[in-house]
Each structure stands twice: as C-alpha cells, then as structure tokens.
C-alpha cells in the first residue's frame, strides 16, 4: 500500500526567474538587434536616422541660428579624416532637416552598437529593472486594484545612467552607481509613478466614440 499523500503537482519553475515585462523587454532588444543585422546598410542606416537620439537635432530645432555651431563641432572633432568627413556630412543633414523627432527620447534605448552591448545592458536591466519592476504593482495597490490574469497590464521599466562618450579614449572609467541602503527611492518611486499614471488615465482621458456609434463619456463628465 503506498503511503505517500495524493500532494498537487508542483508548478513548473520559470526558465528566466524575472518578472514577464523584464523578459519581454530583454526579447524586444534582442530581437531588434538581430533585424538589423539582416537589413539592408540603407535601411538600417535610415532606421538609425530617425530612432536614434542625437543632441544637435535638438539644439537646430530649439535655435536653428546656431546651425553654424552644429557644422564648425562636426569639423573640430578628432579621428580619421573618413570620420571627420562622415560627420560633416551628417551635421549637413541635420541642419537640412532639422526636426527634432521628440520620439527619440525613448525609440533610442532599443537600439544597440553590438551584441556585446545587447548582452550587457540586458544583464543590468535583469539584475537591477527586476526588482524596480516587481514594485509598480504596489501603484495599483494603493488605488484598490490588482493585475489580474489576462488584465493587460503592462510596466516598462529602463534607464540612461552609465553613459560613455562616442570617441573614449581612457582606459578606465568611472561608473555612478545608487548605494543599495538607498534603493527604496527607486522602488518607492515606481509605486507612485505607476499609482499617477493611473490616476491620469481616468481623469485625462476624454470622451470617445468607438464602433457603431458607441459613446463613453470621460470620467470627469460622468461625475458633473
């Protein structure tokens, strides 16, 4: 006769002990980066135009006077004389074109300069988004709600901190990194930015008509 209690099976232990948002974004990157090894030089060199971030498209768009500033920096530079010349070029199409592409300011963390890069920022945003991430649910807790199966919650979490100039030439550099006794900021700060973000979805959101005529009226309206 056996002996041993009828127990539930246990459930299955993830491969990747992350929340599903880090996985996911870890994916993202990857996936990205391998696209662009098989695009075309054109398109991935277009593709870099319009999603990279690049400080003087910003500096032409909020002072286009300072245009000559723009092309005088690209000449001063040092390097080769093929990447003296590559940056001229490249300041001339700013200043033809000198949109500011506001979406640059997030499209540019998805892009990399090697796999190494992929592999490294990938291993940060394993280590240190984990457990930033795993506190944006403590923003729904305050408001009473909670991510429920299926729900399409989705929290994002990244960061621009360790940054190294384009034409480093030392071998060793500096890297600013937060004190772990004061790690609770960023925690505390993902609960109350992901509790804001809530809140202003109901109260900004407007009223809308969908399919078949179909009305909501917002929430501001609804309560008069």
């Known amino acids: 006769m056996d002996a041993t209690p009828d127990l539930p099976r246990p459930p299955r232990v993830p491969v990747f002990n992350m929340p599903a948002v880090v996985t996911a974004s870890v994916g993202i990157l990857v996936l990205i980066h391998a696209v662009r090894q098989v695009l075309p030089d054109v398109w991935d ?3 870099l135009l319009d999603l990279a971030l690049v400080p003087a498209r910003w500096t032409l768009a909020l002072d286009p006077d300072r245009a000559a500033d723009v092309l005088k920096a690209a000449s001063a530079s040092g390097g080769s004389a093929l990447e003296v010349e590559a940056r001229k070029a490249f300041a001339a199409y700013l200043v033809a074109d000198p949109g500011a592409m506001s979406w640059t300011f997030v499209s540019y963390a998805l892009l990399h300069g090697s796999w190494a890069h992929v592999l490294l920022n990938s291993v940060w945003l394993a280590a240190f988004g984990t457990p930033v991430a795993r ?6 807790a305050r408001l009473g709600a909670f991510w429920g199966h299926g729900s399409g919650d989705i929290a994002v979490a990244f960061s621009t901190a360790g940054r190294i100039a384009h034409h480093e030439t030392a071998d060793l550099l500096p890297m600013t990194m937060l004190n772990e006794s004061r790690i609770d900021g960023p925690f505390r700060a993902a609960a109350e930015a992901t509790q804001e973000a809530v809140l ?11 399919r078949d ?4 009226p917002s929430l501001v309206d609804a309560l008069g």
């Not at 202003?200 to 969908?210: E, F, I, R, Y």
């Open 45 to 47: 060199i277009t593709l």
């Open 135 to 140: 506190r944006c649910g403590a923003g729904l």
């Open 200 to 210: 202003n979805a109901m109260l900004a959101a407007p009223a809308v008509t969908g």
């Open 213 to 216: 005529g179909n009305s909501r």
